[in-house]
C-alpha cells in the first residue's frame, strides 16, 4: 500500500529485455533500508526490487504491466515518480493508493493559473463512476483531489490542479496535453463500483 505521496524521482538508467523487462532506476534512497522484495511504486505502478546498488535498484516490468500502462515510461532515461510502501505508523498524507493501475488516462489541457497548474484528464468512461467531485484520484503514483467531473460519450473528463510544490517535487513540472498516464481511482470506489455492477 502507498499513500501518493513522492518521495523521490528516479530515472531509468538501463532497460533491458529478459522475458520481462528489467530496469535499473536511479535514486536516491538509501538503498541499505531498501530489501530486495520490497515494493516501491514507480509512477503508479507496484513494482518488486530485485536487485539493488548503493544509488540504484532494479525491478521487472511484466507484459502485463507493460500493455496496462502509460507508452515511454519503462524507457532508459524516463523519470518516474517513486513512493516507498507504507509503513506502520506512517504518516497518512494523501489516500490509500494500491499500485494497481486502472487505465491510461490523457491529459488534454494543461493552463497556469496562479502559480498552479489546472489540468483537464480523459480517461475511459467505464472507470467514470469511481471519480467523483473531492474525491481523490491517482495520477502516475500522486495523490491528487478532483475538482470537477464530467462524462461525455465513451470518455469521462475530471479536472485536478498542480500546487507549484507538487509540480516541482515530481514529474509533472512540465506536464503538457497530449500526455498519458497511469490512473488508479480511489480504491474505496472501486469496490463501490463493483458492488453496483453486480447488483445488476
Keep these: ?46 513494482l518488486t526490487v530485485v536487485d539493488k546498488g548503493p544509488d540504484w535498484f532494479a525491478v521487472d516490468v511484466s507484459q502485463e504491466t507493460a500493455s496496462k500502462t502509460a507508452d515511454g515510461l519503462w524507457a532508459e532515461g524516463a523519470r518516474l515518480n517513486l513512493e516507498r510502501a507504507l509503513r506502520v505508523g506512517d504518516e497518512l498524507g494523501g489516500h490509500i493508493v494500491t499500485g494497481h493501475v486502472d487505465a491510461v488516462a490523457t491529459v488534454t489541457r494543461a493552463d497556469e ?29 500522486v495523490s ?15 479536472t485536478v490542479n498542480l500546487i507549484p510544490h507538487t509540480a516541482k517535487h515530481t514529474t509533472f513540472g512540465d506536464i503538457s496535453a497530449g500526455r498519458k498516464l497511469n490512473l488508479e481511482i480511489d480504491v474505496l470506489a472501486r469496490y463501490l463500483k463493483r458492488m453496483a455492477e453486480a447488483r445488476g
Design 1 to 46: 500500500m502507498f499513500t501518493g505521496i513522492i518521495t523521490d524521482i528516479g530515472i531509468v538508467r538501463k532497460a533491458e529485455q529478459r522475458g520481462d523487462l528489467r530496469l535499473t532506476i536511479g535514486s536516491g534512497y538509501d538503498m541499505d533500508s531498501v530489501d530486495l522484495g520490497a515494493s516501491i511504486a514507480c509512477s503508479g505502478a507496484c
Design 113 to 141: 493559473v496562479g502559480g498552479s497548474i489546472d489540468l483537464t484528464i480523459e480517461a475511459p468512461r467505464t472507470l467514470g463512476g469511481g471519480i467523483a467531485p473531492k474525491g481523490s484520484i491517482c495520477l502516475d503514483g
Design 144 to 158: 491528487l483531489t478532483v475538482n470537477e467531473v464530467e462524462d461525455a460519450g465513451d470518455a469521462t473528463r475530471f
